[in-house]
Nanobody, 124 residues
Framework: EVQLQASGGGLVQTGGSLRLSCVTS????????IAWFRQAPGKEREGVSI????????YYHPRVRGRFTISSDEAKKTVYLQMNNLTPEDTALYSC?????????????????WGQGTLVTVSS
């Protein structure tokens, strides 16, 4: 069974950092793209970052480029999202998702498998 589990969220002050983890199982890791999405109450879900496990490609939403870094540990089948210089606008439920292939974008409807998410709260 395909499973994704996000963790690492918490409460931080503006300017702080968190590292999120997405532990996966049940599929051939290198065949999939793994993406991070986030959604705050009353706002639309938006893509944050994408990692193509097969070719180590990365993509970032402009709002987080330069502050967030996505990476992968193939041995652990885990994708990480290092988040630095956090602001209150980053407050959201962060979820990881997977889809077969390497050339996917932030269209969330394209992603087949989802974790339950981890809450990130950034105080002013």
């Amino acid at each position: 069974e395909v499973q994704l589990q996000a963790s690492g969220g918490g409460l931080v002050q503006t300017g702080g950092s968190l590292r999120l983890s997405c532990v996966t199982s049940g599929f051939v890791f290198d065949d999939y793209s793994i993406a991070w999405f986030r959604q705050a109450p009353g706002k639309e879900r938006e893509g944050v970052s994408i990692y193509g496990n097969g070719d180590s490609s990365t993509y970032y939403h402009p709002r987080v480029r330069g502050r967030f870094t996505i990476s992968s540990d193939e041995a652990k089948k885990t994708v990480y999202l290092q988040m630095n210089n956090l602001t209150p606008e980053d407050t959201a439920l962060y979820s990881c998702a997977a889809v077969l292939g390497l050339d996917y974008d932030f269209t969330w409807e394209n992603y087949d498998y989802w974790g339950q998410g981890t809450l990130v709260t950034v105080s002013s």
